[in-house]
């Protein structure tokens, strides 16, 4: 069902690209970023995104009291209240970017009374599903209809981002069924937990992905037993942005291992994809291998929010310029040089 962005607009914009007047390869990682926008777009040159909207999935993970974080979970709901009021980091991020910010909570434990919200808090995955198969199905189609709306308000590149305290414990339960690595591979320090944390988080996940056993080889089983409310709905926003052919800048590890989830739920998703930035999570890094993508920042950034993908549109919007503003050698050359 996901067609690939257009081969024509690729092939064009590489032959621009190699024909502007710079030395060839001189706008590295910015051309290549420019041409794979172009594609997406399916014109030569591509326009500079201009209504860039960003999703924050937000929920509660049963995990956050087995000291796998460094901060306790009431930090979410806290959270949320600060991004409403525009006072978190990302807010910061995006009004300097001319981001559009929408908070979703699919997922924190609160009645919401909202129709988006899928439930309270999601199970604890080493000793329980986090989700129902129904909750699952409900999650991703929770973020497929968020997309729809968000391309429906004029989006021309969709950001996903994340909220909720423990959630990099799943998160990483899903790259580790993903590619069907060790925890030990994915997991990281998320907020900041000592050595003992990062061992009880390791043990923690090791012991999800013994619980799931085959499920975990099937994407929508891995959402149910290894995931959450939010983050399934993070995969089915992703998912629905690749059928609809609107680009997707992602985050760090949640919006990567959803990226990758729903990569296996439709393959094809992943060319729709560009990485903002690489997390110092690892599961992180891995993910984006496998999916093929390179991010665009190091920063060191562990925020969450969408803040690592907000901070790359000025890059987006940058290559978007340099294909279409730059002249062309042939033009600018001497007949004889
Ligand atoms: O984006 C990332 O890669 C990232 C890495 C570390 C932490 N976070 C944020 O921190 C929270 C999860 O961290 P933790 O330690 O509670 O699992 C959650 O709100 C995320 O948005 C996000
Ligand atoms: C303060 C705080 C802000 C966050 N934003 C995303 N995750 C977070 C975690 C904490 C602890």
Same mark, same amino acid.
Request: aromatic share 2%; glycine share 14%; charged share 20%.
């Given at each position: ?225 290894? +995931? /959450?409310?939010?983050? &399934? =709905? ?6 629905? %942005? $690749?059928?609809? !052919?609107?680009?997707? @800048? #992602? ?54 929010? +969408? /803040?690592?993908?907000? &901070? =790359? ?6 290559? %978007? $310029?340099?294909? !279409?503003?730059?002249? @062309? #050698? ?8």
């Amino acid at each position: 069902m996901i067609t690939p962005p257009s081969a024509e607009a690729r092939r064009e914009a590489g032959e621009r690209l190699g024909a502007l007047a710079v030395p060839a390869g001189a706008l590295g990682r910015l051309g290549e970023l420019g041409v794979w926008l172009a594609a997406c777009q399916g014109q030569v040159p591509p326009a500079a995104p201009s209504n860039v909207r960003l999703a924050v999935f937000a929920g509660d993970h049963g995990v956050a009291t087995h000291g796998v974080s460094a901060y306790p979970a009431a930090v979410t709901g806290a959270m949320l209240g600060v991004v409403a009021q525009g006072r978190s980091g990302v807010d910061a991020l995006a009004r300097a970017h001319g981001v559009h910010v929408r908070l979703v909570d699919v997922g924190v434990d609160h009645e919401s009374g909202h129709a988006l919200h899928v439930r309270r808090g999601s199970g604890a995955i080493h000793l329980e599903d986090a989700l129902t198969h129904a909750e699952t199905l409900q999650a991703l189609e929770v973020g497929a209809a968020v997309a729809r709306e968000e391309i429906a308000a004029g989006a021309d590149l969709l950001l996903s981002g994340d909220l909720g305290i423990g959630n990099t414990t799943p998160a990483a339960a899903l790259v580790a069924a993903g590619l069907g690595v060790p925890a030990e591979q994915v997991v990281g320090r998320g907020t900041g937990v000592d050595d003992a944390g990062l061992a009880r988080k390791t043990a923690v996940v090791e012991q999800a992905l013994q619980r799931a056993g085959a499920r975990a080889d099937d994407p929508v089983d891995c959402l149910t037993a290894l +995931g /959450s409310a939010d983050l &399934a =709905a993070a995969a089915g926003y992703v998912r629905e %942005a $690749a059928r609809a !052919g609107v680009p997707v @800048l #992602l985050d760090g590890l949640m919006a990567v291992a959803c990226a990758l989830t729903a990569e296996r739920l439709e393959p094809g998703v992943a060319a729709w994809c560009a990485a903002g930035h690489r997390s110092t999570e690892p599961g992180q890094s891995l993910a984006l291998e496998k999916l093929g993508l390179e991010p665009l920042l190091d920063l060191g950034l562990r925020l969450g929010e +969408g /803040s690592g993908a907000v &901070a =790359a549109v000025p890059l987006v919007r940058a290559a %978007a $310029a340099l294909l !279409g503003e730059v002249a @062309l #050698l042939a033009e600018v050359l001497p007949p004889d040089a």
